[in-house]
């Protein structure tokens, strides 16, 4: 089932979406995630009724899916004029849709985008699991074997741990504008707050988001190069274990890993480090 731009939220089958998340390599691990975007695009589509169905209900949140970069960077520049203001200025939408379901449709193309974020990384995941043992085998396993099953796929996963790292990063933040544009959705079928209270609020949330997305940039930038280079040690072990298999002595590894590619400029001081860490020697 496709979760790109060119779909409408208001289309999608979610009990057949959850089916389809189930059989992804990982589903267990992340079936947290996964269900509470579903739940976030459920309340959107609930208060799109009763004109969930009609086209130009499922239109609208078709384009505004496809417009979420022109809307945050609406909201950006006028963050007191609120999700609302930002989602109209994006676009021509019909008159008849209030402010309600236009940031209702907002949290489910964030919630949707959430899913696919995992959804990528895991399908590639799976892929690379069946190019590297074949679908018969893989098959089998995961029936017969969840265990060996789960170790295979534990062995690819590290191999592509910074894809999964973007991955986990990208889905939490959309889960968080997915989460804050259904809570003023909600705000948004209240005629009696007043416009400088909204206002108020607007704005609060667009400084919370800037601050949070500075905080896990910052994360994100360590833990990536914490990864490098957890996945380089990983590497020189495989290395050392294969100079080790080849009848090179303890001494000469070292001095050998520190010329090759995989120690990435590190010196034979750290080399037989990493590889005594790793109990190869």
């Not at 947290?32 to 949140?61: C, K, Q, Y």
């Not at 007191?80 to 449709?105: C, F, I, K, M, Y």
């Not at 799976?126 to 074997?145: I, K, W």
Request: charge should be negative; hydrophobic fraction near 40%.
């Amino acid at each position: 089932m496709t979760l790109g731009k060119l779909i409408s939220p208001l289309n999608l089958d979610l009990d057949e979406l959850e089916l389809e998340l189930e059989w992804l390599p990982l589903y267990g691990e992340f079936a947290e995630r996964f269900n509470e975007a579903l739940d976030l695009v459920a309340a959107g589509i609930e208060m799109w009724r009763p004109h969930e169905s009609e086209e130009w209900a499922i239109e609208t949140a078709a384009e505004i899916s496809r417009k979420l970069y022109n809307i945050g960077q609406a909201l950006d520049r006028s963050p007191a004029l609120g999700l609302a203001w930002a989602v109209r200025n994006a676009g021509s939408w019909e008159r008849r849709a209030t402010d309600s379901q236009l940031v209702a449709a907002l949290a489910m193309a964030y919630g949707c985008r959430a899913i696919h974020a995992i959804r990528k990384w895991q399908a590639q995941l799976a892929d690379d699991v069946m190019e590297a043992f074949g679908r018969a085998l893989v098959d089998d396993l995961r029936v017969n074997d969840p265990g060996l099953y789960a170790t295979i796929v534990n062995d690819c996963r590290i191999e592509h741990s910074i894809a999964e790292i973007e991955a986990r990063e990208s889905a939490a933040d959309l889960l968080g504008r997915a989460r804050n544009s259904i809570i003023f959705a909600e705000l948004y079928r209240n005629p009696s707050i007043p416009p400088e209270a909204m206002a108020r609020l607007n704005e609060q949330a667009v400084k919370k988001s800037r601050a949070e997305t500075g905080r896990k940039g910052g994360e994100k930038s360590g833990a990536s190069r914490r990864q490098d280079s957890v996945t380089r040690d990983q590497r020189i072990c495989r290395a050392g274990k294969g100079l080790l298999v080849q009848g090179r002595s303890e001494r000469e590894i070292s001095g050998i890993i520190a010329g090759m590619p995989v120690a990435e400029g590190i010196t034979r001081k750290t080399v037989l480090k990493v590889l005594r860490d790793g109990g190869v020697l």
